[in-house]
């Protein structure tokens, strides 16, 4: 019995102290920039810790921005009155890459505080892993993904960990496509064609 007592006491006290986290992380003061992009309206949100989110809304087709003049590129279309460093370190980056992909690579990243990329999860461990090792102009396979983040079974959990990733285009999961060569799904399958788009940008 004393062994049942320990074991419940430890997993109150974890309990606790996931509460506790989350609660400090939702007490963040997050601020949200808007951009006109190429994909259409991007929302980057943060705090002073770092990015918590971003969102391609998808508003319009890429096809109908991807020409010449300001929507060629990505600027700034409602922005807060002050911003921390890690979110204007966001929006420069986002700024280089549809401008120019290639100089975006030259350019710091900003940090990152959402608790899908903290810690030694698999989701997390993948998505480090893909943003470590895969870069501009590369794919990768879901499987070598799997193989590479250290679990070469866990090919669904990629695809997993794909899905939950709350900053795409800082972490590129466009770049991750199936064994066959096809793109595969992006953004739930309603962003496949922003997804070649991208693939198409990084490759010019």
């Keep these: 019995m004393c062994v049942l007592f320990l074991s419940a006491s430890s997993n109150f006290t974890w309990q606790q102290g996931r509460e506790m986290k989350q609660q400090r992380e939702s007490q963040c ?24 989110t971003i969102r391609i809304l998808m508003d319009v087709a890429p096809a109908e921005r991807s020409g010449a003049g300001p929507m060629g590129c990505c600027v700034v279309n ?44 698999f989701t997390s461990r993948v998505l480090h892993t893909l943003l ?3 870069k501009l102009g590369e794919t990768v396979s879901y499987k070598r993904l799997a193989e590479m983040a250290g679990n070469p079974k866990a090919v ?11 900053v795409p285009l800082l972490i590129p999961c466009h ?6 060569g096809h793109s595969g799904p992006y953004m739930g399958g309603k962003g496949d064609h922003l997804k070649q788009w991208l693939l198409t940008h990084e490759s010019q």
């Design 29 to 52: 003061t997050q601020k949200t920039i808007s951009l006109l992009s190429p994909l259409g309206k991007i929302q980057v949100s943060g705090c002073e810790n770092g990015v918590h």
């Design 156 to 166: 669904r959990a990629v695809g997993g960990a794909m899905r939950r990733n709350p």
């Design 132 to 134: 470590r090792e895969v």
């Design 78 to 121: 409602d922005s807060p009155g002050e911003t921390s460093p890690q979110l204007q370190r966001c929006v420069q980056w986002l700024r280089a890459y549809f401008s120019e992909p290639r100089t975006a690579g030259t350019l710091p990243l900003p940090a990152f505080h959402h608790p899908a990329l903290r810690g030694d999860a």
């Design 175 to 180: 770049r991750v496509i199936s064994s066959s």
